[in-house]
């Protein structure tokens, strides 16, 4: 695939939303999961020697093994900052840069793509917490963003569907602005939700969900015995607005400004003045 169909990028932009099965290959996220497997194993072992956890689970596949730590633990913050949240890493910038990926923004908002700031790994367990609320992503950034067309992604690391947790998303709900909401953009008042049904999205590894930054969507809880894994990441045009103007993206892309473009994981710590 190179890009969207037509068919594809007029559902995406009628729609708010549109579901990519088989992307790209499953395997290419196995150096991301590798990462994080590694991560997981060595803050087990620390646990596991300073007598905080009884063992370290090693047999446990990826799906299962971080759960069965927290169920063996009254806490591990250590753990969870190595393996949540907005990693920079070799694999992650791999994956931010997938070239399959890159060819579906660049379908939607051209050749000059900036990686947004904005972007986490997560870890849903199956006790019913990491669950949000209807939200839209653009509540996160503020209404400087209004007029920014992001490519918004989510990509789960193992198959997703409605019993581990996908997401559901309203379809439409991208026509409206920025949309009232309570104690946090999780929470969008009852009264101001869009009146269409949810639809339940469930993607496989290998395929990802893509929305836009004002389409209503949720996190559903999981129910299953193993953890869903997966990644928020979204792209935006070179020099528009990011809602975060103190924290770099990086250029994946550029043929006007082919001289910014990150080629390299320390292309892009270098942006942070470390690395």
Known sequence: MSGLTAEQLETYVNAGYLVIDDLFDPNALNP????????????????????????????????????????????????????????????????????????????????????????????????????????????????????????????????????????????????????????????????????DSPVCCPVSKGGVLMIQHRTVHRSTPNYSDGIRWSLDIRYSPVGEPTGRPDVPGFVARSTSQPELVCHSLEDWLALFNYG
């Not at 991560?39 to 299962?64: G, N, Q």
Request: with cysteine; hydrophobic share 40%.
């Open 32 to 195: 991301l999961i590798e990462e994080i497997d590694k991560d997981v194993d060595y803050w087990a072992k620390v646990y596991h020697e300073e007598r905080r956890l009884p063992e370290t689970f090693s047999d446990e596949p990826f799906e299962r093994r971080l759960r069965s730590i927290q169920m063996a633990m009254d806490g591990f913050p250590e753990l969870l900052g190595a393996v949540l949240g907005k990693r920079k890493t070799a694999a992650m910038f791999g994956v931010l840069t997938m070239p399959e990926i890159l060819d579906v923004v660049e379908s939607v908002i051209g050749p000059d793509i900036l990686v947004h700031p904005q972007f986490n790994s997560r870890a849903k367990m199956p006790d019913g917490s990491s669950v949000v609320g209807w939200h839209q992503d653009m509540g996160f950034l503020g209404e400087e963003v209004a007029d920014t067309f992001m490519v918004n992604f989510w990509l789960p690391l193992v198959d997703s569907d409605r019993n581990n947790g996908c997401l559901e998303v309203i379809p439409g709900s991208h026509r409206s602005g920025l949309l009232p909401f309570d104690e946090s953009p999780e929470n969008i008042r009852a009264e101001a939700m869009p009146g």
